[in-house]
Nanobody, 125 residues
Framework: QVQLVESGGGSVQSGGSLRLSCTISGYSYSRTNTCMAWFRQAPGKEHEGVAEIDSDGSTSYSDAVKGRFAISQDNDKNTLYLQMNSLKPEDTGMYYC?????????????????WGQGTQVTVSS
């Protein structure tokens, strides 16, 4: 059974930093792709793709976070990270990690099979 568990969320002031982690278990990298992603959802809004990392280590970011956030993985690929710097109030939301990408646009939440339960990030001005 595949499980994704996020941690590291919290409340910070504008300009602060947080590092989110996502621990993956029960996921067979030998049979599925190793692309992983972070999404977020603000109250009353749709899921928004934040960052994605490919199996070759290449990364993609939404325009809203480019230059401020960084996605990475442990060498064993069992833990996914999102380093968030220069946080803004508009970064507030529930942050989710996702695994098993089926193709198309990485920022489309419908293209990801496995999801964690989310971790809350709140940025105050």
């Amino acid at each position: 059974q595949v499980q994704l568990v996020e941690s590291g969320g919290g409340s910070v002031q504008s300009g602060g930093s947080l590092r989110l982690s996502c621990t993956i278990s029960g996921y067979s990298y030998s049979r599925t792709n190793t692309c992983m992603a972070w999404f977020r959802q603000a109250p009353g809004k749709e899921h928004e793709g934040v960052a994605e990392i490919d199996s070759d280590g290449s990364t993609s970011y939404s325009d809203a976070v480019k230059g401020r956030f960084a996605i990475s993985q442990d060498n064993d690929k069992n833990t996914l990270y999102l380093q968030m710097n220069s946080l803004k109030p508009e970064d507030t939301g529930m942050y989710y990690c996702a695994a098993s990408f089926s193709g198309g646009r990485w920022s489309d939440p419908n293209m990801w099979l496995y999801w964690g339960q989310g971790t809350q990030v709140t940025v105050s001005s």
